[in-house]
């Protein structure tokens, strides 16, 4: 991706999450949240004290009931406490992990990252509202945009294939 399309997806990539006044609900995540809760339920049982893992399955599927609902306020919101308490997870958990353990952090990782990239696609998809969330919301779209980022996505994919 050159740097102009890169600027230009930048600017209407995260559009959906902060929407005002969008009448439809954005897609379902619920393929993503299944894989977040399956990781964070194989860490409960290693971690049964660790109560931010709770937390992330709260989130997670909070965030799905209101951004297919077309809440979109209150999702933006979910998203973005979901991105930092998965961040506090990861970095909690990761020191001296297993690889079992690891792997499961980096799904979680992953799996916001996924989530961030269904955000930045249905925003595309949307560019006549890309300035209104760039000027309602400009942290959360640059973050959106940074956990989407395609080189980023590329990079993983590499690293996970066999």
């Given at each position: 991706?050159?740097?102009?399309?890169?600027?230009?997806?930048?600017?209407?990539?995260?559009?959906?999450?902060?929407?005002?006044?969008?009448?439809?609900?954005?897609?379902?995540?619920?393929?993503?949240?299944?894989?977040?809760?399956?990781?964070?339920?194989?860490?409960?049982?290693?971690?049964?004290?660790?109560?931010?893992?709770?937390?992330?399955?709260?989130?997670?599927?909070?965030?799905?009931?209101?951004?297919?609902?077309?809440?979109?306020?209150?999702?933006?919101?979910?998203?973005?406490?979901?991105?930092?308490?998965?961040?506090?997870?990861?970095?909690?958990?990761?020191?001296?992990?297993?690889?079992?353990?690891?792997?499961?952090?980096?799904?979680?990782?992953?799996?916001?990252?996924?989530?961030?990239?269904?955000?930045?696609?249905?925003?595309?998809?949307q560019p006549s509202i890309a300035a209104k969330a760039?000027?309602?919301?400009?942290?959360?779209?640059?973050?959106?945009?940074?956990?989407?980022?395609?080189?980023?996505?590329?990079?993983?994919?590499?690293?996970?294939?066999?």
């Open positions: 991706m050159n740097r102009r399309k890169f600027i230009g997806t930048t600017a209407v990539g995260a559009a959906g999450i902060a929407t005002m006044g969008l009448k439809c609900g954005g897609q379902s995540i619920s393929g993503t949240v299944t894989i977040i809760t399956g990781a964070v339920s194989e860490l409960q049982i290693l971690f049964p004290n660790e109560s931010k893992l709770a937390q992330v399955i709260k989130l997670a599927n909070d965030f799905n009931a209101d951004w297919t609902a077309g809440k979109f306020d209150s999702a933006k919101t979910f998203f973005e406490n979901l991105d930092v308490v998965v961040g506090q997870v990861i970095s909690d958990l990761g020191l001296n992990a297993s690889t079992r353990v690891k792997l499961l952090l980096a799904t979680l990782g992953i799996a916001v990252r996924t989530v961030a990239a269904l955000i930045q696609e249905q925003g595309n998809a760039r000027a309602a919301s400009p942290q959360t779209v640059d973050r959106v945009n940074e956990l989407a980022n395609d080189a980023v996505a590329s990079q993983l994919l590499k690293a996970v294939r066999p």
